[in-house]
Structure formats: structure tokens, C-alpha cells
């Protein structure tokens, strides 16, 4: 089993809804979480990182994550065709991240 | 720019060749990673260093793996006797000691 799980889409959403992201993870060492959005053949652009539960928010985007549950959660509001891309979600153990495999996230215009 | 660069993008290559990538950090970054990407999945962790000490090591690097760091700056990743699966996404990725991990852009290794 995976330390993280994350669905892999893709996740159609047509421009301007809220696009709704989430992974588990199993790992109760885990002190951070990330994500990160990877456009194709390209390498992973931080997004969000944090470290308590709770939100965070920064522009049109907010982290959840729900340590209790073992849940994070990632939401774009206003999402534009530019969004389209690959969400990865991440625990890290001392330093070590542990990836979701990704979902893939389409905004039609 | 005065983000994470690596080099080269691309390389292709005969199974049984060796291969060097190299990554340059973000220059007040102490902690360098390595890791690797395969279709479809999130990237995996290989190995990562604090300044020049390699500090750990996945089960994931066979011995035909090795990386460097020499002087505490930039990260050498050499595979010897490369193999079909070894083609992958190699991507390195730097930190200061506690702070959030900034990607490169990658090297796509293809092994014929």
C-alpha cells in the first residue's frame, strides 16, 4: 500500500468552478505537506506547503489538512484553462517526500 | 534565474552505457534530493545531501547508482550500464534544513 493515495482523474471541470483535489496518506510521521502542480514533461512547481492542521490560503488557492483523518485537501477557486495541469500531493518524513501518483485536472474554457 | 537548473533535458542512450546528470541547487539551499519519475506516477525519492554528506539512500538506487556532491554545491547522478527500466524522469530538487523542497526542471533519460 501506498504511503499516499490520490485519485488519478482526470478531473474535467469547466472554467471559473472551484476545482476540488484530495489524497489520504497513512504515514503518521508525516510533519509537512505539499502540493505541487506539474505541467507535462516538466518538473513539479510548488503550490502550498503546510504544516499544522487547518487551512491555508494563498491567491485562489487553499490547502486543508485534517491530521486527525489522515485527509489533505487542495481547492482552486476562479480555475482558468492555465490550471490544467497534473496536482501532486505530498507528505514529507524528515526531509523525504512521499508523492500521490497525481490528478490530472482539465479546465475547459 | 536563480531557481534549481539541471542538465542536460534530455538524454538518450544505448542499454549498457553510463550516464552523468548534474543539478545545480538554489545557491543558499544546504540540502539537495534526488529523485525519480516514471509515467504516470508522482516522483520517487532516491537520495538527498546535506551540504557535501550523502545522508541517505533509497532501496530504489541499485548499486549501478551513484551520486556526489563534492563540494557542497552542485549534485552529480552518474548510472552505469544503464537498463530499459532505468528510463525515467530524473529530477533534483533543493531545501534549506527545514523548508519546502524547489524542483528542477528534470532530465528525461531514455535507454534504447
Known amino acids: 500500500q501506498k504511503e499516499v493515495e490520490q485519485d488519478p482523474g482526470p478531473l474535467s471541470v469547466p472554467e471559473g468552478a472551484i476545482v476540488s483535489l484530495n489524497c489520504t496518506y497513512s504515514n503518521s510521521a508525516f510533519q509537512y505537506f505539499m502540493w505541487y502542480r506539474q505541467y507535462s514533461r516538466k518538473g513539479p512547481e510548488l503550490l502550498m506547503y503546510t504544516y499544522s492542521s487547518g487551512n491555508k490560503e494563498d491567491g485562489r488557492f487553499t490547502a486543508q489538512v485534517d491530521k486527525s483523518s489522515k485527509y489533505i485537501s487542495l481547492f482552486i477557486r476562479d480555475s482558468q484553462p492555465s490550471d490544467s495541469a497534473t496536482y501532486l500531493c505530498a507528505g514529507d518524513s524528515w526531509g523525504k517526500l512521499q508523492f500521490g501518483a497525481g490528478t490530472q485536472v482539465v479546465v475547459t474554457p | 534565474d536563480t531557481g534549481v537548473s539541471q542538465d542536460p533535458r534530455h538524454k538518450i542512450t544505448k542499454r549498457g552505457q553510463n550516464v552523468t546528470f548534474r543539478c545545480d541547487p538554489i545557491s543558499e539551499h544546504n540540502r539537495l534530493y534526488w529523485y525519480r519519475q516514471t509515467l504516470g506516477q508522482g516522483p520517487e525519492f532516491l537520495t538527498y545531501?546535506?551540504?557535501?554528506?550523502?545522508?541517505?539512500k533509497s532501496r530504489l538506487l541499485s548499486d549501478r547508482f551513484s551520486a556526489e556532491r563534492p563540494k557542497g554545491s552542485f549534485s552529480t547522478l552518474e548510472i552505469q550500464r544503464t537498463e530499459q527500466g532505468d528510463s525515467a524522469m530524473y529530477l533534483c530538487?533543493?531545501?534549506?534544513?527545514?523548508?519546502?523542497?524547489?524542483f528542477g526542471p528534470g532530465t528525461r533519460l531514455t535507454v534504447t
Open positions: 545531501f546535506q551540504n557535501e554528506a550523502q545522508l541517505e
Open positions: 530538487a533543493s531545501s534549506s534544513p527545514v523548508g519546502e523542497q524547489y
